[in-house]
């Protein structure tokens, strides 16, 4: 299960139970405003019953991030109008009792920092904003409009002492939700570590291939079969690895197995030069000593020149000029081939791309999926093969999924390929076997 469908199953659930307590609760309310002859007063509760179900029904459709803003402004205009029509303190009374139903309004703005989690930034914290804005307004006007409340002094003291309580424990049960979420997310962090520390991740392969569908080369591509959760996407995963400091153990793992892949397959007899693509993280490039490491695991494997590729997204061309200038070159003088992936999709400038001694241009597979029905992405693509055939680089595809996408790129000069039409990531022992029926 994916970041995104974890986020979406708990939003789901804290949805339901929010909206069953709202609904139980409404009609609390419009049961006690009945008993005491003041139907009048029925617009609060009956505004967060109309909440309650339509929240029901948005996530009985699947459309969770609609239900959320309906369920989080509906309480909100529910409390409001309790507050000003129904849960009125009387300044004037001998003994008044105090408005208590604002205290609602606290679990309320946590449970909506929590929900609108994917939301913009500044969005969620306006809503947030917002809604203790109106707790505080409502707690330094008794009465601004100046009514009768709808509910007898007695009737208050009972909700004095029943509201604070249940907005402690309305809170108390969104602050384990969240704690719970957090349990998940450390846990499933130490299973990664562990995983990467015991070497239970392994490699799949996906051909490059030339026109004809020969092999030339490929490109080494994590995976995780987790013990509980079974397989999990790399698109889950790398992200997380990068973010807590584990994508260096993570990388120099994918590098060893490639290197080992690589080796097995020159043990072969007859065998032809085959290259092996590993994508490097701009945070192994960090410090100098990150790509020394690289290259060191390289030469203990004893690989014949160009059999390691180091693949490097864009988002390393954020980095000093000269010094990414300096480290491509070291790879170069060691025998690793170095390719610039995803290329139109971030930072890279065609003068700035010029300076820079990379031997390979990948297409990024968003360009190539749409070569068909977007004239930019025809333009980008063919701007990347005339780029690279003037400086000299090779030019690789990837993403190649129709045969109409390799005559296109076929057209514009782009002669090696890597896509579901050719092959798609195999494990080890079966992409051996490819190989050796396509060399």
């Not at 060691?334 to 400038?349: H, I, R």
């Amino acid at each position: 299960m994916t970041q995104e469908a974890i986020f979406g199953q708990r939003r789901r659930w804290t949805l339901q139970l929010s909206a069953w307590l709202a609904l139980l609760a409404s009609l609390g309310f419009v049961l006690s405003l009945l008993a005491l002859g003041q139907p009048e007063r029925l617009l609060g509760p009956g505004l967060g019953a109309l909440g309650a179900l339509a929240v029901l029904a948005l996530l009985q459709r699947g459309h969770g991030r609609a239900a959320a803003w309906v369920c989080i402004l509906a309480l909100a205009l529910c409390v409001v109008v309790l507050g000003l029509w129904v849960d009125v303190p009387l300044a004037d009374a001998p003994e008044h009792t105090p408005r208590s139903v604002h205290l609602y309004l606290l679990p309320l703005t946590l449970m909506a920092y929590l929900l609108l989690a994917r939301e913009p930034a500044l969005l969620r914290l306006a809503c947030c904003a917002g809604l203790l804005g109106l707790l505080a307004w409502l707690t330094l006007q008794p009465n601004p409009l100046g009514i009768t409340p709808a509910l007898a002094e007695a009737e208050r003291a009972r909700l004095v002492v029943a509201a604070p309580l249940l907005s402690a424990l309305l809170l108390a049960g969104i602050v384990h939700l969240r704690s719970a979420g957090l349990d998940d997310q450390s846990r499933f962090e130490l299973d990664l570590a562990r995983a990467i520390a015991e070497e239970q991740l392994e490699l799949h392969y996906q051909p490059q291939c030339d026109a004809q569908g020969r092999a030339l080369g490929v490109e080494a591509l994590v995976r995780w079969r987790h013990p509980v959760q079974g397989p999990i996407s790399p698109a889950r995963f790398v992200p997380l690895a990068e973010r807590n400091g584990l994508i260096v153990p993570l990388g120099e793992l994918v590098l060893r197995q490639a290197c080992r892949f690589a080796q097995d397959w020159q043990a072969q007899p007859g065998a032809r030069p085959l290259q092996v693509a590993v994508n490097v993280s701009a945070l192994q490039l960090a410090e100098d000593a990150g790509l020394e490491r690289l290259l060191e695991l390289v030469r203990q494997h004893r690989l014949p020149p160009q059999s390691i590729k180091f693949e490097l997204t864009e988002s390393v061309l954020a980095d000093q000029p000269e010094r990414l200038r300096r480290l491509l070159a070291r790879c170069r003088e060691q025998g690793v081939c170095t390719s610039l992936d995803d290329f139109g999709t971030g930072y890279a400038s065609l003068a700035y791309l010029s300076q820079l001694p990379f031997d390979q241009l990948k297409i990024d597979q968003s360009f190539v999926r749409a070569l068909g029905s977007s004239e930019r992405a025809l333009e980008v693509a063919r701007t990347v093969v005339q780029l690279g055939q003037r400086l000299g680089m090779e030019v690789i595809a990837e993403g190649v999924e129709t045969e109409a996408q390799r005559q296109q790129l076929l057209a514009m000069g782009c002669a090696r390929f890597q896509g579901y039409l050719f092959a798609r990531p195999l494990p080890a022992g079966e992409c051996r076997a490819w190989l050796q029926a396509h060399a």
